[in-house]
């Protein structure tokens, strides 16, 4: 007689109960007061393991698997009950020890209701019908007992204890060490790596909105987790230098590209605007750089035409896209939607205060002469903490860590040098800072020793971003200009560096360019060779040409001219350079035809395919670069129309009269 039609389906189910039943036992709890519900749990799926076990077991003695009708709905609703203990146990898992603390009534409450779906199960199973032997019908009737019995246990003492720290906190009370370590010692904190990677949970769960009820806790516990890894577990071991970045998201992995970066603040933008010469910027680092009484353009140096700051949409969606699949919390970006840490942020007192102590208290160790591994963990945890957040970068300089900071940019120890550099890159986005950095004693000549005897050229490029960042402040860009050692050093790493030096060393000309000045030091230094170099190669074409074409329009457009081969190089970055490059060369073009023109233009004329090259930038160009390449146009058009009518004159100079 062939088996039932359903066999085939009671085998898999059970099957599926029994992995199942395996599966559960293997989470482990992630803090001490999820170990009872953990163990319960797995206590009662080790039993159901062996009801299953036995019912395969005498299928395979009988040849075949016939459950009874309401036996088989029985086991698919059990088998729904364990999937959901499963989905909730890995959630568990993933979640902030911090966050389950806070939910840990919540937690225990879906555990007790998913027991008692169980026991109902239980209870109307009808075990008469099953072929299973009497010592699994005991384990049967005992998980029934022990389901009966199950409450909803959580321990709300700790939860209580960890608030009433974040009170005291708000109210500048610094936390006990000894109950702090208590704490972390039940949330199984115990070392910089587990509370880091507490601290970078929380922070994805804040992001995430994955509670709104506890999203101010949440930012407190962040600063709280911050300070007690300092206090209880020292500094954190430096990274190599290859996994060490240069600015807030970038100083951590994944690096974020260059393009969500606003070339003011060096940050991830959070508000694209593009301004009237095509670049984009942060809004608010843009606004400010307007406010400040700035009529050009920061990156390429050119005067703005108006004011008006455009959302840049698309890119404002490809980094929204990125931050969600690099899990980095949008905050302020997602639009229509405010970030619960940026609308709770400046009201978290305890957040503020923890970070606070943590700055103050590792500026104390620093300053207590630590040995060269000790001072390179705490001046790592000082560039982590300055890596985002103006109160951070304030918190930190406020405590006096600048001048510490410039002590260790001499430093023979490679890595140390490079943290202490990054940390000083890092703090001088804050304006404050950078008047800080500015007037420090030694300051721009440690600075500078690092531009010229760094280490590592990672070192190098971050020295160069440094003075880049000073730079945006008008008269700072004028003082570093006067110093001819960094322009020199400058010049050789944009020279000889790999492609990130020479593209920040070229980002770090192009800023001190935009004060008319600089324009002779820079000339003689050595700029225009340099960057003529530069545009040849591809990753650094586009800051080259911008660089040359500021030269251009503050008084050093001969300068550029008497560069070998200069008109066509400048032309071939027409023919197959970047959008932004082709814009630049343009514009350089325009500006030595209207002020060296007699020299320039015959040497334009000169180059083959030049009217097809204007022509073809013209229709396929940005904005500005189609206008450029039209102004181009246009003189290189009466140029011809001059020549034209002089040699006509010269022919038939009867007709003159």
């Given at each position: 007689?062939?088996?039932?039609?359903?066999?085939?389906?009671?085998?898999?189910?059970?099957?599926?109960?029994?992995?199942?039943?395996?599966?559960?036992?293997?989470?482990?709890?992630?803090?001490?007061?999820?170990?009872?519900?953990?163990?319960?749990?797995?206590?009662?799926?080790?039993?159901?393991?062996?009801?299953?076990?036995?019912?395969?077991?005498?299928?395979?003695?009988?040849?075949?698997?016939?459950?009874?009708?309401?036996?088989?709905?029985?086991?698919?609703?059990?088998?729904?009950?364990?999937?959901?203990?499963?989905?909730?146990?890995?959630?568990?898992?993933?979640?902030?020890?911090?966050?389950?603390?806070?939910?840990?009534?919540?937690?225990?409450?879906d555990f007790y209701e998913l027991t008692l779906d169980l026991s109902t199960l239980l209870d109307i199973l009808p075990l008469p019908e099953l072929r299973i032997s009497d010592d699994v019908r005991d384990i049967v009737d005992l998980l029934r007992r022990q389901c009966?019995?199950?409450?909803?246990?959580?321990?709300?003492?700790?939860?209580?204890?960890?608030?009433?720290?974040?009170?005291?906190?708000?109210?500048?009370?610094?936390?006990?060490?000894?109950?702090?370590?208590?704490?972390?010692?039940?949330?199984?904190?115990?070392?910089?790596?587990?509370?880091?990677?507490?601290?970078?949970?929380?922070?994805?769960?804040?992001?995430?909105?994955?509670?709104?009820?506890?999203?101010?806790?949440?930012?407190?516990?962040?600063?709280?987790?911050?300070?007690?890894?300092?206090?209880?577990?020292?500094?954190?071991?430096?990274?190599?230098?290859?996994?060490?970045?240069?600015?807030?998201?970038?100083?951590?992995?994944?690096?974020?590209?260059?393009?969500?970066?606003?070339?003011?603040?060096?940050?991830?933008?959070?508000?694209?605007?593009?301004?009237?010469?095509?670049?984009?910027?942060?809004?608010?680092?843009?606004?400010?750089?307007?406010?400040?009484?700035?009529?050009?353009?920061?990156?390429?140096?050119?005067?703005?035409?108006?004011?008006?700051?455009?959302?840049?949409?698309?890119?404002?969606?490809?980094?929204?896209?990125?931050?969600?699949?690099?899990?980095?919390?949008?905050?302020?970006?997602?639009?229509?939607?405010?970030?619960?840490?940026?609308?709770?942020?400046?009201?978290?007192?305890?957040?503020?205060?923890?970070?606070?102590?943590?700055?103050?208290?590792?500026?104390?160790?620093?300053?207590?002469?630590?040995?060269?591994?000790?001072?390179?963990?705490?001046?790592?945890?000082?560039?982590?903490?300055?890596?985002?957040?103006?109160?951070?970068?304030?918190?930190?300089?406020?405590?006096?860590?600048?001048?510490?900071?410039?002590?260790?940019?001499?430093?023979?120890?490679?890595?140390?040098?490079?943290?202490?550099?990054?940390?000083?890159?890092?703090?001088?986005?804050?304006?404050?800072?950078?008047?800080?950095?500015?007037?420090?004693?030694?300051?721009?000549?440690?600075?500078?020793?690092?531009?010229a005897n760094g280490a590592t050229w990672r070192a190098k490029e971050n020295a160069a971003a440094t003075l880049l960042s000073l730079s945006s402040i008008?008269?700072?860009?004028?003082?570093?200009?006067?110093?001819?050692?960094?322009?020199?050093?400058?010049?050789?790493?944009?020279?000889?560096?790999?492609?990130?030096?020479?593209?920040?060393?070229?980002?770090?000309?192009?800023?001190?360019?935009?004060?008319?000045?600089?324009?002779?030091?820079?000339?003689?230094?050595?700029?225009?060779?340099?960057?003529?170099?530069?545009?040849?190669?591809?990753?650094?074409?586009?800051?080259?040409?911008?660089?040359?074409?500021?030269?251009?329009?503050?008084?050093?457009?001969?300068?550029?001219?008497?560069?070998?081969?200069?008109?066509?190089?400048?032309?071939?970055?027409?023919?197959?350079?970047?959008?932004?490059?082709?814009?630049?060369?343009?514009?350089?073009?325009?500006?030595?035809?209207?002020?060296?023109?007699?020299?320039?233009?015959?040497?334009?004329?000169?180059?083959?395919?030049?009217?097809?090259?204007?022509?073809?930038?013209?229709?396929?160009?940005?904005?500005?670069?189609?206008?450029?390449?039209?102004?181009?146009?246009?003189?290189?058009?009466?140029?011809?129309?001059?020549?034209?009518?002089?040699?006509?004159?010269?022919?038939?100079?009867?007709?003159?009269?």
């Open positions: 007689m062939p088996p039932p039609a359903t066999a085939p389906y009671d085998g898999e189910l059970l099957r599926s109960l029994l992995r199942l039943s395996r599966e559960i036992p293997h989470f482990e709890p992630p803090c001490y007061f999820l170990r009872r519900l953990f163990s319960s749990i797995s206590r009662k799926a080790r039993l159901l393991s062996v009801v299953f076990e036995d019912l395969l077991r005498d299928a395979v003695c009988n040849g075949e698997i016939d459950l009874p009708r309401s036996a088989s709905l029985c086991f698919r609703e059990i088998l729904v009950v364990l999937q959901r203990f499963k989905a909730l146990l890995g959630d568990c898992a993933t979640r902030s020890r911090m966050l389950l603390l806070l939910q840990s009534e919540s937690v225990a409450n009966r019995r199950s409450a909803p246990s959580v321990d709300p003492a700790l939860r209580g204890e960890i608030l009433a720290m974040i009170r005291e906190i708000e109210q500048e009370v610094v936390p006990d060490v000894s109950r702090l370590a208590a704490i972390f010692d039940k949330l199984g904190l115990d070392g910089t790596r587990s509370c880091r990677n507490e601290i970078e949970c929380l922070e994805r769960e804040i992001g995430d909105r994955v509670s709104e009820k506890w999203t101010a806790s949440m930012i407190a516990l962040v600063g709280v987790v911050r300070y007690g890894k300092c206090v209880l577990y020292g500094a954190s071991t430096p990274r190599s230098d290859s996994s060490i970045g240069k600015l807030a998201f970038a100083d951590s992995d994944p690096a974020v590209p260059p393009d969500f970066r606003c070339p003011i603040s060096l940050e991830l933008m959070r508000d694209p605007v593009v301004v009237a010469s095509g670049q984009t910027y942060d809004r608010d680092s843009i606004a400010k750089w307007i406010a400040a009484g700035h009529s050009t353009c920061p990156k390429t140096g050119l005067a703005l035409a108006h004011s008006n700051l455009v959302p840049n949409k698309a890119l404002r969606n490809l980094i929204c896209a990125w931050c969600r699949e690099q899990n980095i919390p949008l905050e302020g970006l997602e639009p229509n939607k405010a970030s619960p840490a940026a609308t709770t942020s400046c009201a978290n007192k305890a957040a503020l205060e923890a970070t606070r102590m943590t700055a103050a208290f590792l500026v104390k160790k620093l300053a207590s002469s630590p040995t060269t591994e000790t001072a390179n963990r705490v001046v790592y945890e000082l560039r982590q903490l300055a890596k985002a957040g103006s109160d951070n970068r304030a918190f930190v300089a406020e405590a006096g860590a600048i001048p510490l900071l410039l002590i260790f940019l001499s430093s023979e120890d490679s890595s140390l040098q490079l943290n202490a550099v990054t940390a000083l890159l890092n703090l001088s986005i804050l304006e404050a800072n950078k008047k800080r950095i500015m007037h420090a004693d030694g300051g721009i000549e440690a600075i500078v020793h690092v531009l008008h008269a700072y860009r004028r003082r570093l200009g006067r110093n001819l050692r960094i322009v020199a050093e400058l010049v050789v790493l944009a020279s000889k560096g790999p492609s990130s030096t020479k593209k920040d060393a070229l980002t770090a000309i192009l800023s001190l360019a935009g004060d008319r000045e600089n324009i002779p030091r820079l000339v003689e230094g050595g700029v225009v060779e340099s960057a003529f170099a530069a545009v040849s190669t591809t990753d650094v074409a586009e800051e080259a040409v911008a660089v040359l074409a500021a030269l251009a329009k503050r008084g050093a457009a001969a300068a550029v001219l008497e560069a070998e081969g200069s008109i066509a190089k400048l032309v071939g970055v027409l023919r197959c350079g970047s959008d932004w490059a082709r814009e630049n060369a343009a514009a350089a073009l325009v500006l030595l035809c209207r002020r060296v023109g007699d020299a320039a233009i015959p040497q334009l004329a000169m180059v083959s395919g030049i009217e097809w090259v204007i022509w073809e930038l013209t229709g396929s160009g940005t904005v500005r670069g189609r206008r450029k390449a039209a102004a181009l146009g246009r003189i290189y058009r009466r140029w011809l129309a001059a020549i034209e009518e002089a040699d006509r004159m010269a022919r038939y100079p009867s007709t003159q009269s």
